[in-house]
């Protein structure tokens, strides 16, 4: 039988920074859906933020019927990074590791570059804008701080002050993955957000990992494109549905 917690948790940082109780789960299927729908019930849950795999059309319809609405489809895309050389860094702003005291200015480009992001936060119309974007801070915030987020930040400066991030971390030994990342307004086209996804590759190669895995929201065409240009491919994609209860 499933153990359902390991497929379903209460989101204690969303219902702090929301005010309603919420749940996540990544893996709904037609197995558990019940069991899913019985947790929330049992738990008083007021908000499920649940992803499928977008090939289960049917599922898909299922969720529908019950109240579920679509809010982004994220695609993952991946790359063995021994099957050719990682591309030379061309960028004019040299990459270099956080230092300590730095993790308040990352925060600060997080708010910064992920004002109208559309995240399934952010196309929410029942969640307030303001706070999808203070979530996006206090995850780059924790990622500088946290071994649990991140294994380490990537920064670039210009003009003296930090002009973007890039928090990277092992899954596995052999996969690494970008955790969270954004680059200032000002400091965008530059190829800033290029040169931060050669270092990772370079430091999960030295880190002794064979393939970096990475994911987006469809619509964010720009940095699909940079993956496909670094010798990425297509692996899979998500939908995430959010459902709200009946109060």
Not at 178 to 188: E, I, K, R, Y
């Amino acid at each position: 039988m499933m153990d359902i917690p390991d497929v379903v948790q209460l989101s204690p940082v969303d219902e702090q920074r929301f005010g309603v109780r919420i749940a996540r789960t990544s893996e709904v299927t037609f197995d558990n859906l019940s069991s899913i729908l019985g947790f929330c019930e049992d738990h008083r849950v007021e908000m499920l933020i649940a992803r499928c795999s977008t090939n289960d059309s049917l599922l898909v319809h299922k969720l529908e019927e019950l109240g579920f609405v679509l809010m982004d489809t994220l695609v993952y895309c991946t790359r063995k990074l021994t099957s050719s050389p990682i591309p030379e860094d061309t960028c004019d702003f040299p990459v270099r590791l956080i230092k300590p005291g730095e993790e308040h200015a990352v925060k600060k480009v997080a708010g910064d570059a992920y004002q109208g992001y559309q995240s399934h936060y952010h196309s929410d119309p029942r969640l307030d804008p303001a706070k999808c974007v203070e979530g996006y801070m206090d995850w780059a915030y924790q990622s500088c701080v946290s071994r649990e987020v991140a294994d380490d930040v990537l920064v670039v400066e210009m003009d003296g002050k930090i002009a973007g991030f890039f928090a990277m971390r092992k899954n596995s030994p052999e996969e690494g993955t970008g955790v969270v990342s954004g680059v200032a307004p000002f400091a965008q086209g530059r190829g800033i957000y290029r040169s931060f996804m050669i270092n990772t590759m370079n430091w999960l190669l030295r880190a002794g990992a064979d393939r970096m895995v990475v994911s987006t929201q469809v619509t964010n065409i720009a940095v699909q494109k940079s993956w496909v240009r670094l010798g990425f491919e297509p692996l899979r994609s998500l939908y995430t549905f959010h459902k709200w209860f009946a109060e």
